[in-house]
């Protein structure tokens, strides 16, 4: 029932902040006890855990993009957002958004798999190009 939805755009210039929403519906994303959380697979890459946030509001980060990515929710629109910075072409990837049921992402050498996540968004394609 639990349903997530990416969006924002498409395109973003390099040096400009990458900002997408995740649109919650059939829960909430304060509920008992979940971890509302972005990913991303840039062409011809695994998949990368980014970051999270809890049903409790505290954020986790991948170490590699801690310095450039915040993640933020707003509880009355049931939403949560991922905003990074200083975009290059390297970012471009498909995003995800996703839940989990439990911090996997408690290490620092953390890779995501798929069933660490019981629903997932469909995924948005962002491209870095000027």
């Known amino acids: 029932q639990v349903q997530l939805r990416e969006s924002g755009p498409g395109l973003v210039e390099p040096s400009q902040t990458l900002s997408l929403t995740c649109t919650v519906s059939?829960?909430?994303?304060?509920?008992?006890?979940?971890?509302w959380s972005w990913l991303r697979q840039p062409p011809g890459k695994g998949l990368e855990w980014m970051g999270a946030i809890a049903y409790s509001g505290s954020t986790y980060y991948s170490p590699s993009l801690k310095s450039r990515a915040s993640i933020s929710r707003d509880t009355s629109k049931n939403q949560f957002t991922l905003q990074l910075s200083s975009v290059t072409p390297e970012d471009t990837a498909v995003y995800y958004c996703?839940?989990?049921?439990?911090?996997?992402?408690?290490?620092?050498?953390?890779?995501?798999?798929?069933?660490?996540?019981?629903?997932w968004g469909q995924g948005t394609q962002v491209t870095v190009s000027s």
């Open positions: 059939g829960g909430s994303v304060a509920a008992n006890y979940f971890f």
């Open positions: 996703a839940r989990a049921d439990s911090l996997y992402s408690y290490s620092d050498t953390y890779t995501p798999r798929r069933n660490h996540y019981d629903v």
